[in-house]
């Protein structure tokens, strides 16, 4: 219809051109009053779309700030350092992968005892192992499969299928207690390694089987015990009763491979002398041994009292550290960060350093050395601590182990072992401390006959 009862669309049309008619003749009314027209942007609506994009920034900042601040005061400490990151001088614009390489192939290695001691060596913490999971490790120059059964029980068998040598955790599933090769759907029990199932198969032959490393789990670890003979465990590592009973949580833990044979890293434990030098200067100066000693950090320094001992009796494959911190600033000290560690190791890879402060609360940092090849060390600080305790100060503790472990990093990776070294009355411990260890050393404990120079990282 046209007249006067037209569709209800063209009235809305018509009305709307009679807005927009008014608003340009006022438009031209204050030009013609001589103000200022409005500016486009404002006209077009822009200030709107302006305040709320800059919402969504701020919105944007703010929640990235909440999840900072969040993971800084309530999540574990996770950091994981890879083999180059830590130790190496990168100059003349070589990366740090390359330094390190080049110190591999370059540095003398000296007269070093066997590589491999017998003993506990961490694989995994326990709470990246669901049920179900598969996971690779490379272990004292082997390669294992960690598997968790559906009851859950870890397990630890060799990786590669006796049948044609698939890996069985790359790919393999977890079948009630068994693993599953995935080339071919053997099955192999984690209880003894014998396989019970080839699906394609009539009769299982009863030789199939791989190799079942013995393993523990306690103190919320996975370890897995090593001895040349194929002898079997002579001792156990001892649980913290704290972390068991939930009174101790996990707040954290840190990674590094260290380019070194592994008595030296334990080893450092009786060299007093070390600390006075190498640990004095302040957290501030770093980890890079060229610039700790910087004049502008020196008002800020620790001081250590260490004794070190060897355990008896059936205890023998432990010893005993204990460590008195002291920090002062200006050279003015301060009682209430003063700190008393026990260090107890047990075996050549497991070590507890207990903390027990009057404001600060207690804890356990786990110290694991676990030998990857020859010459190359997975160590790993895992803290445990009072679960009442803020999150923040078990976490500072583990940054600050891990910057004064990091100085130590530097020299381990460059350094030549010595096997007859030059002592001073003073490092009388250290000989004492070789002594100790040569217990994890046996008649046929394997050797390093040569150094390979492919494997990069």
Not at 66 to 89: I, N, S
Not at 261 to 280: M, R, S, V
Not at 299 to 320: I, L
Not at 321 to 328: E, I, Q, R, S, Y
């Amino acid at each position: 219809m046209d007249g006067a009862g037209g569709h209800p669309s063209r009235w809305r049309c018509a009305a709307a051109a009679a807005v927009l008619g008014a608003a340009a003749a006022g438009a031209t009314l204050r030009v013609d009053a001589g103000e200022p027209p409005d500016p486009l942007w404002r006209r077009a609506g822009l200030p709107g779309a302006a305040a709320r994009a800059a919402a969504c920034v701020l919105a944007g900042l703010a929640l990235l700030a909440l999840g900072w601040l969040r993971r800084l005061l309530f999540c574990p400490l996770e950091l994981l350092r890879a083999p180059e990151d830590v130790g190496y001088v990168a100059e003349g614009g070589r990366t740090r992968a390359r330094a390190a390489n080049e110190v591999r192939r370059r540095r003398k290695t000296g007269a070093l005892p066997p590589v491999y001691p017998n003993g506990w060596y961490r694989l995994l913490d326990s709470h990246v192992l669901g049920r179900g999971d598969v996971r690779s490790v490379s272990v004292l120059g082997e390669q294992v499969a960690v598997f968790r059964g559906q009851d859950g029980k870890a397990y630890v068998v060799d990786a590669y299928c006796p049948h044609l040598g698939a890996n069985l955790a790359v790919g393999g599933r977890v079948v009630g207690g068994c693993i599953e090769c995935p080339f071919h759907g053997w099955q192999f029990q984690g209880e003894d390694g014998k396989c019970v199932k080839v699906p394609y198969a009539e009769k299982v032959p009863e030789f199939a089987k791989v190799r079942c490393w013995p393993s523990h789990e306690v103190n919320g670890q996975i370890l897995v015990w090593f001895h040349c003979d194929g002898a079997d465990p002579a001792w156990t590592v001892p649980e913290q009763e704290e972390i068991t009973r939930g009174e101790w949580v996990y707040r954290g833990r840190t990674e590094h491979f260290i380019n070194a044979h592994i008595q030296e890293i334990p080893e450092n434990a009786a060299d007093a002398a070390h600390l006075a030098h190498l640990h004095t200067p302040g957290l501030v100066s770093g980890v890079d041994l060229r610039y700790t000693n910087s004049k502008t950090w020196e008002f800020v320094k620790h001081h250590w009292k260490v004794q070190w001992e060897p355990e008896t009796g059936p205890t023998q494959h432990c010893s005993r550290m204990l460590v008195k911190h002291a920090l002062t600033v200006f050279g003015r000290h301060w009682p209430l960060l003063d700190v008393d560690v026990v260090a107890r190791q047990v075996g050549p890879g497991v070590v507890f350093l207990r903390f027990d402060h009057s404001f600060l609360g207690r804890g356990v940092i786990m110290h694991c050395v676990t030998p990857v090849e020859p010459l190359l060390q997975c160590v790993s600080h895992a803290i445990f601590y009072q679960a009442n305790v803020p999150p923040l100060v078990p976490k500072f503790i583990l940054q600050a182990e891990r910057i004064q472990f990091e100085r130590d990093v530097m020299i381990w990776n460059n350094k030549k072992y010595i096997s007859k070294p030059l002592l001073v009355k003073e490092d009388s411990a250290i000989l004492k401390h070789r002594r100790w260890y040569s217990q994890f050393y046996s008649e046929n404990s394997p050797r390093l006959r040569y150094q390979s120079d492919t494997l990069d990282f």
